[in-house]
């Protein structure tokens, strides 16, 4: 069963514009990863933030993570053309460390 | 590092036929992962194996599905028979040793492999 779910399922802004998703899972976790997939290509990695830590920044992606709320989000600030993707959040399931993946969030950007 | 490679990229079959997906994963990591990716189901975990081990096979769907990792550098997924509703992408994805400790589990990705089943 799916642990994460990304919300909204997809969102297109105009570039320049920030864009934050969100995702929301159903158990205790040890870390919560953000993915990226453009289009007909693999997954690729993006941050990892530990379930003690609160907020995370990585060049122009900040996530953030409120365990109290089973909740995360991901923020890309002055998107760009080349932002549009589907991004993933994967979660381990408590007691687990096999992360699993929600259905994604598909952006697009307008140049 | 080339990455993870996963073959062949295409495959059309049609019903009733064997299918053989292959993966390499990067050298040293101590995980692999089979995932299916379809529109209605989102990407689901098949199985995944820990040093050459399958650990947990529950995500395979079927008997018709397989999956073997003979050494370190080598899995296959298999269907047979193949039937349409398999029709869907194929990720093979491999991770380092994950423990409490260092408890990254960091995913690499291979490429995928689309498979059609008609």
């Known amino acids: 069963s799916q642990q994460g779910e990304e919300d909204p399922q997809a969102l297109s802004i105009q570039e320049g514009e920030n864009a934050t998703m969100n995702c929301s899972y159903k158990t205790s976790i040890n870390n919560l990863q953000w993915y990226r997939q453009n289009s007909g290509r693999g997954l690729v990695h993006l941050i990892l933030i530990r379930s003690n830590e609160r907020e995370k920044h990585s060049g122009r992606l900040r996530v953030t993570l409120d365990t109290s709320k089973k909740s995360s989000s991901l923020l890309i600030t002055a998107s760009r053309a080349a932002d549009t993707a589907s991004y993933f959040c994967?979660?381990?399931?408590?007691?687990?460390?096999?992360?699993?993946f929600g259905r994604g969030t598909s952006l697009i950007v307008h140049p | 590092d080339a990455g993870v490679i996963q073959s062949p990229r295409h495959e059309v079959t049609e019903m009733g036929q064997e299918v053989t997906l292959r993966c390499k994963p990067i050298?040293?990591?101590?995980?692999l992962f089979w995932y299916r990716q379809t529109m209605m189901r989102g990407l689901e975990l098949l199985i995944y194996f820990n040093n050459n081990v399958p650990i947990d096979d529950s995500g395979m769907p079927e008997d018709r599905f397989s999956a073997k990792m003979p050494n370190a550098s080598f899995s296959t997924l298999k269907i047979q028979p193949s039937e349409p509703r398999d029709s869907a992408v194929y990720f093979c994805?491999?991770?380092?040793?994950?423990?409490?400790?260092?408890?990254?589990?960091?995913?690499?990705f291979g490429e995928g492999s689309r498979l059609t089943v008609l």
């Open positions: 994967a979660t381990p399931p408590g007691g687990s460390y096999i992360p699993t």
């Open positions: 994805a491999s991770s380092l040793r994950v423990t409490v400790i260092l408890p990254s589990g960091e995913l690499f």
């Open positions: 050298s040293g990591h101590d995980y």
